[in-house]
């Protein structure tokens, strides 16, 4: 019976592997027959974009247009084909969903999925076939200007949620752009910025989330981003392009650019890109690897085969996506179709369970039955965020601003009065100490107060193609707060923020305080409903609040922004939580913080390990039990530390989590497996990744602050 059992299962696996290598084979028939039958000049024309947002279709063959469009958020509008400017069109607004920091400080990679199927759908639905999205670059500084568009400060967590976002989103008919690959961890001088970083940093912080895209998520396109890499940009850059990710990570699909970030011929031709978007600045059809290619190849200093090699990988994206030979997309009608309510109730779950609350002495949830007026202040309680912030734009079908949300679930049981408390101003140092006076008169007889704070998608706070001046409030922001808690004492505050900002000014005084990133078209409805506690918050921070700024590690290892056009990253491995755990530096809030309105206790620790190097597997069990008297969900986190090692390794890395409803009361079993990757390092002299035996600690913990559970276990 087992026999006849095992040998059924190997049958299956061998047609399997014949299925899929039979499928890759007539993949490759389809590709190499359309390549025999382009011109050179045909191939050429491919590699490069048409407008701004497609490339063009030769039609004779059946090959069509790609459709592009950005971004993480969702499909962006309408563009003129040749600019910048929105083509205004009247069908194009879209669902707004959350930004990826969002839904990474959900740790639920259900979630991801959910998140990239109905990412998947709008695309399909606006004709699109390639999005320009996740965002995988590491949270390195407080202030990159773009940290709200990526995940996180730890690789683990990012490719974790990124991955499953991916897979469901392709799953659609649609590919992905895994952006902005590598190393594009600030906005300053991004264009030309040369990062300089230890072999083990790139290959342990900043690539797993590029590398599990491509190797378990099968991401079918890569953006290449504008800095360069040790001297060399990364469009162009073969060690990046060639080395290891086409190489070692066997990628099979396109490379394209970042828009306008090809240098030259030679390099966009022979060094690994494969697609060039947009053409030279300010003109319509000037492509390095347009009209200069082609000299240079009859010139004979360019091999024509290397146009056949991503002519091929272009080809190959349309193949996957069934492309060939069929029309255009069709999207009349699609205007009823967009942001439709299946898709924003996933929108407004990955909102609520993105929201932090990270202090709560007795003053969350509202009870709003005793509450007869509520203050609400602050620009961000009005604020719409979908418009703004460089290419993740969105033109939203709506928007639900904090102030709208709670006015929807109070109706008029509780009468609001807003304040504007500050206002937006390209000053952001500027304080309007008439609006803090009329804050502190609105407060002061309001029996709760609500202050929505934190950042926006002006230039200079969480915006493409600045950074942030410092981590500091912008606006007045400090002064508002402590003169309203001043006022009334019951001022809970809510931060809207993608990146960490110094709350030092007042963090003591305040009772309650709630973190979030930019929630999406749901934003108020999920805000009121956790502020009601209707929904029990269960988001952890993605990325540590340091204190200030001078305490975060590229500013106190730097090197942050860089000199002379180059910044060293000497903080090396020690970015995040890794630093603060392994110097010892108390942040404000740890990585992997966030409080509930139950509490969660954990017992029976359990480590199984059995097998050894590719077939490791290290069994971490225990259980999770609801202490409280309301459902929650608690999210654990596995730390691994290397007890003994030759080479200096971070105090300890995440290396997995689960995310576990509870009712009151409810007792849950948690098992999570670690692989061997999760215990290895990067040997740059081996060029692999190596599991360097003896003693580990692996531990359990609710945030990477507080540990819960901890066991050794020598490999
Ligand atoms: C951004 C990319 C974006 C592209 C197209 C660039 O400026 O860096 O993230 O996808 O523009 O809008």
Redesign the pocket.
């Known amino acids: 019976m087992k026999k006849t059992f095992s040998f059924i299962l190997i049958a299956g696996f061998i047609s399997i592997f014949l299925i899929s290598c039979k499928t890759e084979e007539s993949i490759d028939q389809k590709i190499e027959k359309l390549l025999s039958q382009l011109t050179l000049e045909e191939k050429v024309s491919l590699i490069h974009g048409n407008t701004y947002f497609t490339t063009p279709a030769i039609p004779r063959l059946g090959i069509p247009a790609l459709h592009l469009s950005?971004?993480p958020c969702g499909v962006r509008e309408e563009n003129s084909p040749y600019g910048w400017s929105p083509a205004n069109w009247n069908n194009d607004s879209t669902a707004y969903f959350p930004a990826l920091t969002s839904l990474a400080s959900t740790w639920n990679t259900d979630l991801a999925t959910e998140f990239g199927d109905v990412y998947g759908e709008e695309a399909v639905i606006r004709g699109k076939n390639i999005m320009?999205a996740p965002?995988l670059n590491i949270h390195r500084t407080p202030l990159n200007g773009r940290n709200w568009e990526y995940l996180s400060e730890d690789p683990y967590l990012t490719s974790r949620i990124s991955v499953n976002f991916i897979k469901a989103a392709q799953a659609n008919g649609i590919a992905v752009c895994a952006?902005?690959f590598a190393l594009n961890n600030q906005e300053f001088e991004r264009a030309t910025i040369n990062v300089e970083v230890s072999e083990r940093a790139l290959r342990e912080i900043y690539l797993p989330a590029f590398e599990t895209a491509v190797k378990e998520g099968e991401v079918l396109s890569i953006?290449g981003s504008?800095n360069r890499f040790r001297g060399q940009y990364a469009c162009e850059n073969p060690y990046l392009l060639q080395t290891i990710l086409k190489g070692e990570w066997g990628f099979r699909g396109l490379v394209m650019t970042?828009?306008d970030a090809a240098h030259t011929t030679a390099g966009a031709a022979k060094n690994g890109l494969d697609l060039e978007?947009m053409p030279m600045e300010g003109t319509k059809d000037s492509y390095y690897t347009g009209q200069p290619l082609l000299d240079s190849i009859k010139a004979k200093k360019i091999d024509p085969k290397v146009v056949d090699d991503k002519v091929r990988r272009i080809l190959y994206v349309m193949v996957k996506l069934n492309m060939i030979g069929k029309s255009e997309p069709d999207t009349t009608g699609m205007e009823a179709l967009l942001a439709a309510p299946s898709r924003a109730k996933t929108a407004l779950k990955i909102a609520e369970e993105s929201i932090i609350l990270l202090k709560n002495e007795q003053a969350l949830p509202l009870d709003f039955k005793n509450i007869k007026t509520l203050a609400v202040i602050g620009d961000n309680a009005v604020r719409k965020h979908a418009r703004g912030g460089?290419?993740t734009v969105i033109k939203a079908k709506y928007e639900i601003s904090p102030l709208e949300g709670l006015q929807r679930k109070l109706g008029n049981s509780v009468k609001i009065n807003f304040a504007q408390g500050y206002t937006i101003s390209q000053n952001l140092k500027t304080i309007d100490q008439a609006l803090i006076k009329e804050a502190v008169k609105t407060a002061a007889s309001a029996d709760a107060v609500l202050i929505f704070g934190g950042l926006n998608h002006e230039p200079g706070l969480d915006c493409?193609g600045t950074d942030r001046p410092d981590m500091k409030l912008s606006y007045g922001q400090d002064e508002l707060i402590k003169a309203v808690v001043k006022a009334n004492p019951k001022t809970i505050v809510v931060m809207i923020a993608g990146s960490p900002v110094d709350m030092g000014a007042w963090i003591s005084d305040v009772k309650g305080l709630i973190y979030t990133s930019y929630l999406g078209m749901e934003t108020g409805t999920a805000l009121a409903g956790v502020i009601a506690g209707d929904v029990n918050p269960s988001g952890k921070l993605s990325y540590t609040l340091p204190v200030k700024l001078e305490d975060s590690p590229s500013y106190v290892l730097g090197e942050y922004p860089g000199k002379n056009g180059i910044v060293k990253y000497n903080d090396g491995l020690l970015v995040g939580y890794r630093y603060f755990d392994t110097k010892n530096v108390k942040p404000l809030f740890p990585f992997g913080f966030g409080l509930s309105y139950t509490t969660f206790s954990y017992r029976d620790y359990k480590l199984e390990v059995s097998g050894k190097d590719e077939s490791l597997k290290c069994v971490v069990s225990f259980y999770i039990t609801n202490t409280g008297k309301v459902e929650g969900k608690e999210i654990a986190e596995i730390y691994v530390r290397d007890l003994e090692s030759t080479f200096p390794r971070p105090f300890k890395e995440l290396k997995g989590f689960s995310k576990v409803s509870l009712k009151a009361g409810e007792t849950k079993k948690v098992e999570i497996t670690l692989n061997q990757r999760a215990f290895q390092y990067y040997n740059p002299d081996k060029k692999q990744w190596v599991l360097e035996p003896g003693k580990f600690e692996i531990l359990v913990g609710s945030s990477s602050e507080n540990m819960q559970l901890k066991q050794q276990v020598e490999l």
């Open positions: 950005d971004g320009l965002g952006k902005h953006m504008y970042d828009w978007m460089g290419s493409e």
